[in-house]
């Protein structure tokens, strides 16, 4: 399995930004898709969490109402949808796969660097 992250940048306080994240290769091994993030000298922290097959997608606390993940089938592709970002959401953000019943991440995306300005 292969990721595929896209889509940071640097806006300003208030802005919105879509992260995207393309998947190759094995689907069963790949069946749950997650956003993570780490911000400089912080430990990385989930962000959010889609299942293929469907079902209700769980977000983070600290991002519920202003995040929404997505994905196209079609496309093999996930989405991470942000507005309203605050410079706390600073970060570099990695997708990340696994197994349906996997209690660990299997394949991890190379990041994508999300900076938010004040």
């Known amino acids: 399995v292969q990721l595929q992250a896209s889509g940071g940048g640097l806006v300003q306080a208030g802005a919105s930004l879509r992260l995207s994240c393309v998947r190759s290769?094995?689907?069963?091994?790949?069946?749950?898709m997650g956003w993570f993030r780490q911000a400089p000298e912080k430990e990385r922290e989930f962000v959010s969490v889609?299942?293929?097959?469907?079902?209700?997608?769980s977000v983070a606390d600290s991002v519920k109402g202003r995040f929404t993940i997505s994905r196209d089938k079609a496309k093999n592709t996930v989405y991470l949808q942000m507005n309203n970002l605050k410079p706390e959401d600073s970060a570099v953000y990695y997708c990340?796969?696994?197994?349906?019943?996997?209690?660990?991440?299997?394949?991890w995306g190379q990041g994508t660097l999300v900076t938010v300005s004040s």
């Open positions: 990340a796969a696994k197994p349906r019943y996997a209690s660990e991440w299997s394949y």
């Open positions: 290769g094995n689907t069963f091994s790949s069946a749950i």
């Open positions: 889609i299942a293929w097959s469907g079902g209700v997608p």
